[in-house]
Nanobody, 120 residues
């Protein structure tokens, strides 16, 4: 069964850093795009950053220059290094992946989420 498990969330002060990690497990032929989304209370889930299998990245304007997404294809993992954190970064962060689980069989899967809280 395909599963994405996040780790690395927590409470940090303004200006601090956190590193989120997400590992995919199960029957995996290949993973295409991987990404991080976040959802703050009362707001819609939004894309934070994404990365293709080849390493091309895309960032929300609000995190450019502060966050860095990376992945290890051999380990089916994706990371999000978050620096210079701000209170407005407080949210539940979700890992997302476009996974090929069989021949002509692709699934977009979500992790359970990890809480990131930034105090002012």
């Amino acid at each position: 069964q395909l599963q994405l498990v996040e780790s690395g969330g927590g409470l940090v002060q303004t200006g601090g850093s956190l590193r989120l990690s997400c590992v995919a497990s199960g029957i995996i032929f290949a993973i295409n795009d991987m990404g991080w989304y976040r959802q703050a209370p009362g707001k819609q889930r939004e894309l934070v950053a994404s990365i293709t299998r080849g390493g091309s990245t895309n960032y929300a304007d609000s995190v450019k220059g502060r966050f860095t997404i990376s992945r290890d294809n051999a380990k089916n993992t994706v990371h999000l290094q978050m620096n210079s954190l701000r209170p407005e970064d407080t949210a539940v962060y979700y890992c997302n992946a476009d996974v090929e689980v069989g021949v002509f069989n692709r699934r977009r899967s979500w992790g359970q989420g990890t809480q990131v809280s930034v105090s002012s």
